[in-house]
Nanobody
Framework: QVQLVESGGGLVQGGGSLRLSCAAS????????MGWFRQAPGKEREFVAA????????DYADSVKGRFTISRHNAKNTVALQMNSLKPEDTAVYYC???????????????????WGQGTQVTVSS
């Protein structure tokens, strides 16, 4: 089993920044992709960003491109999401996810991930 724990959420004014972190522990697989998703009240969970095992490839939702940056540190089994220029519409619970199947590319959909964190709340005020 793999456990994921997110941290770094909170309340921030519009235009501000937050950095989310996610630490994986337990029986982490090899060459696993990781990603961040978010879910706002009354909405489905949506893709935010993903990164390949090597860290050389990443992808972002159009709504966050140019503002968010995903990174990972494999030796520490961590992934981070730097969020800048935050907007009220970024308000959501943010989840990190880990794919159990070895894959050197990027996963973008919820069903491609096997493990999820408990989520961390991000609230952006206007």
């Amino acid at each position: 089993q793999v456990q994921l724990v997110e941290s770094g959420g909170g309340l921030v004014q519009g235009g501000g920044s937050l950095r989310l972190s996610c630490a994986a522990s337990g029986r982490t697989p090899s060459n696993y992709p990781m990603g961040w998703f978010r879910q706002a009240p009354g909405k489905e969970r949506e893709f935010v960003a993903a990164i390949s095992w090597s860290g050389r490839s990443s992808d972002y939702a159009d709504s966050v491109k140019g503002r968010f940056t995903i990174s990972r540190h494999n030796a520490k089994n961590t992934v981070a999401l730097q969020m800048n220029s935050l907007k009220p519409e970024d308000t959501a619970v943010y989840y990190c996810a880990l794919g159990a199947q070895a894959f050197t590319g990027i996963r973008r959909t919820t069903y491609e991930y096997d493990y999820w964190g408990q989520g961390t709340q991000v609230t952006v005020s206007s």
